[in-house]
């Protein structure tokens, strides 16, 4: 690594170089421009114009000059730049192996110097990684290895994606192959030759076999409990290679292969990544739809209701001309209603066509479910439904077991803002530490509230949730439990309702 920095600092103090050059001929070229320029009050005299066209012709002398120096050493400084690229790679090729000796050489030296005490510890551990291996394996790994998604995906740039991550995984397993091909996937102390290459290849199927059966399991959610299977597995082969003069793993096979894991984690969060958004950008086109089909809807209603109200208004004007005193009364309080709800009609009209226009209105809501999430655990969402309660009616019809209670329908000009707001606010309180979208956040209503009133937002609360089928599904499983008859006759009902859905799905 000393090395590939020697060269990069070589780089770095050649290319310096060659700016240089370049900055000191860039300024000699302004000099020059300057001295032209100066001459500039003298052209209408002959001696100066004489003159002034002999230090152009220098300048130009000097400019062409100045530019073919300049692009050679660019040249210059880019084929140094290459040759010194090209060293650090050679370089930094041979660095691999070279620490590996450099390690090997390390440890063979602790054991002259400490001799048993190194070997025991080395051994204390490996018996404690076997041990730890063969309790996970009987008792199973349960909860304790669990690494969440995002420690993959945090370090990646933002532009990096499941293809770049399959190309990343593909490197992977051409240095496994390669170490394998190179003979550093295992090692043994047998000096003949045949029994030596026989124990690593012994060793070495049986790693790879475990670890090829572990990544096939690759799934995003599992990359902490597979990592663990394969150092269990690790220490469990090398283990039953003592027995073969030795014949174990390489520490730095063992990396190679968690890299694969690490790589394919990773493809899966992200092929997981680009799915959630998808399925997101599909419920948005599906809501927006909804939307868009609700306020046509609307819009052509209301041009019904505004045309009938407007002849009917017509035929009350006829009437009116035509009546007499007591019949005008009657008939201008009944223009008066008709004019009252053409002018209704004609805002409901202009309010469904100007929220069809205008893509950020719409209503945030805030909504609970006790029964199917317990206490204190509110969704906070947006729709641009014209209706926004059809929207809440839709989740609850989804697939949770008991309706949604409203506790507040905002209406906002920047609903997506809004709604954006709050998420970021309370961010720590959000149920799915794993996937935002979810937007169901374990916090008090009066801090939703107190928010919101910060934002200069004021709206009808309802506090309390009803959380009607909820409750009486628990009074009646309490009154199930005392007496065996309302079981009897709850039983009775249901039966009676499935029956009457069978025959309103077969109609």
Known sequence: MRKASQVSKELSQAVSQRDSRITAQANELVELQRRMEALAKYQGVVDAEAKAQEILSEANEALSLAKTQAAKEKHEANQTAKDAITRAEQRLASADIEATNIIAAARKRAEEIAGDAYSAMNRAKEFQDTATAIKNIIEGYGDRYIVPTYSLLDDLADEFGYAEAGQKLKAARDSTRAMIQAGRAASCDYAEASRKT?????VTDAFNGKVDSILSRSKADNFGKLEQEIRDSFAVVNNNGAAFRNARITPEFLAARLEELKWAATANALKDKDREEQRALREQMREEEKARREYERAIKDAAKEEEALKKAMEKVQQQVATANDAQRAEFETKLRDLEEK??????????????????????????????????????????????????????????????????AMIF???????????????????????????????????EIRTELEKLGVSTHWTMKAEAQDYRASLQIEQQIRENPSVEMEWTRHQLAIDEEIEHEEVA
């Not at 026989?198 to 012994?202: D, N, P, S, V």
């Not at 929207?391 to 309706?403: Q, T």
């Open 412 to 446: 906002s000009e920047d609903a997506p803002g809004l709604e954006k707001s709050l998420h970021r606010h309370f961010l720590r309180q959000q149920l799915n530490k794993v996937n935002p979208r979810k937007e169901f956040f374990r916090i008090g209503l009066p």
């Open 198 to 202: 026989t124990a690593i290849r012994f």
């Open 342 to 407: 053409l002018k209704q009609a004609e805002e409901k009209n202009q309010r469904a066509l100007s929220m069809a226009q205008q893509t950020r209105t719409g209503h945030v809501y805030v909504i609970s479910n006790i029964g199917s999430f317990g206490e204190e655990v509110f969704k906070i969402g947006m729709t641009r439904r014209l209706e926004p309660k059809d929207r809440v009616r839709e989740l609850g019809d989804a697939s949770v077991p008991f309706e949604f209670d409203i506790h």
